[in-house]
């Protein structure tokens, strides 16, 4: 029988699933875990199973990693896809890891996408799990936590798993480029190393998608006395168009946007820009980080530099009439003023602080000198009686008037930071405590 690899049914199987390693010697990246002495390569090198569940970006090796693990145990395999499976499919693996066990040998049940389930479908494995039918094996490009259930999470454990280095695509690719088994060892191609290099630069730490670039380049080489050859055109036409990694909906998008709004509020310019590049390049839509630095403007500048939110709604503007690249210019320029200026999230403290009174106080009424009177029985009943009319009062300011309710007394909410403008308002914030007091006296 000919060798699997070298079958012509074989040209059909893609370059990433013929080069998948079956063993730990194959596998590159995650030395965090499988590095010597590490817990999981020591489960996998002696076939000790347990339920995990493996978080992380695409073609990290998740699969690849359930099923060495299942091999070295020797155990049934089966593989489900969340995107694919339903309640249905799950009930025939659990028939089929029965029939196994019956049988005396134990079954993995891989589960790829797992976040796509619902809180039905993944309730469905929990007895399965726990009586031992078979080691869930679960792979998430999204935070476990937020996705499944704590019942599953707490009978797995978690491993996370990093993007490839730079290093490690360019051994995967180095090693498709020289197996002649099932890569491309076979074949007298000439790929040089600036080539590798860049496949490996676009690959973005995805190893199925370098190996998905690969293939597709050498699809179009041309033969040239003998050799095959890339041309340099090509090879760019084939890594053209490519975005880095960003899932608009997924933790990805919400960790880079969350790495920008930190780098504003720590007054790095430079890193801010950085990573509103990194999404824009990702494809997230400008508009959403227009609104997102007009709230940046309001939580952490506030009014130690009140421009800041005039300038974060003009490039809002600026990007819905004109789109882009002048949009996005004029976001870049919102964002960096925003970096460099004054900080005080004296604001957003004080309605956090409001909002809570509010929420624990009930509904108190207002008092009576606050009300609005504009019907004489109103009048009668001594709404606004006794109100005094700011604009009148020296200095522009009712000194000792109260405008809380009696019943939770005078509140202080905003304390303005020392910095930027809020100097000047704690300046005349202590002229009118000053003025409170001496009425008081009075």
Request: hydrophobic share 40%; with cysteine; aromatic share 8%.
């Amino acid at each position: 029988m000919d060798d699997l690899f070298s079958s012509t049914e074989n040209d059909n199987v893609p370059l990433a699933d013929r080069l998948r390693p079956t063993d730990l010697d194959e596998y590159f990246g995650q030395q965090h875990l499988l590095g010597a002495g590490k817990p999981l390569r020591q489960a996998v090198e002696s076939g000790s199973l347990h339920s995990m569940i493996f978080w992380g970006p695409p073609g990290t090796g998740k699969t690849t990693l359930a099923r060495m693990i299942a091999n070295k145990a020797q155990v049934l395999f089966l593989t489900l896809s969340a995107v694919l499976s339903g309640v249905k499919e799950i009930r025939a693996s659990v028939d089929q890891a029965k029939q196994a066990r019956m049988q005396g040998k134990g079954t993995v049940l891989f589960v790829d996408e797992v976040h796509r389930f619902n809180k039905s479908q993944q309730d469905a494995f929990l007895p399965y799990v726990e009586d031992g039918t078979f080691i869930f094996i679960g792979a998430t490009t999204e935070n476990p936590s937020f996705e499944l259930n704590n019942a599953l999470l707490s009978r797995a454990r978690v491993y996370v798993l990093k993007s490839l280095t730079h290093h490690d695509i360019r051994q995967i690719i180095d090693r498709a480029l020289n197996d002649k088994t099932g890569g491309l060892g076979g074949r007298n191609l000439q790929i040089p190393h600036e080539q590798r290099e860049q496949i490996a630069q676009a690959a973005d730490g995805d190893g199925r998608r370098a190996l998905n670039l690969l293939e597709i380049a050498v699809s179009l080489a041309e033969s040239r006395e003998g050799v095959e050859v890339v041309d340099q055109s090509t090879l760019n036409e084939v890594l053209s168009g490519g975005l880095r990694r960003f899932d608009k909906s997924g933790e990805a998008f919400y960790d880079q946007i969350s790495a920008m709004h930190k780098s504003m509020r720590g007054s790095n310019p430079d890193a801010c820009l950085y990573w509103m590049a990194r999404m824009l390049d990702g494809g997230c839509d400008p508009l959403y980080l227009a609104r997102r630095i007009v709230r940046m403007a309001s939580e952490d500048v506030g009014n130690a530099d009140p421009r800041a939110l005039q300038l974060a709604m003009n490039a809002w503007n600026v990007q819905e009439r004109l789109g882009s690249p002048e949009g996005e210019l004029a976001i870049a320029q919102a964002l960096v003023y925003l970096a460099v200026a004054p900080k005080s999230n004296a604001v957003y403290k004080a309605y956090n602080a409001a909002m809570a009174d509010v929420k624990n106080q009930g509904s108190i009424e207002v008092p009576i000198h606050l009300r609005n009177a504009p019907t004489k029985l109103m009048k009668e009943l001594g709404y606004g009686k006794a109100y005094r009319y700011a604009h009148d009062e020296p200095h522009g300011y009712a000194a000792g008037e109260s405008y809380f309710p009696e019943e939770i007394g005078v509140r202080h909410y905003y304390q303005p930071v020392p910095r930027g403008m809020e100097q000047k308002i704690t300046e005349k914030l202590k002229f009118l405590k000053e003025l409170d007091a001496q009425a008081l006296k009075e």
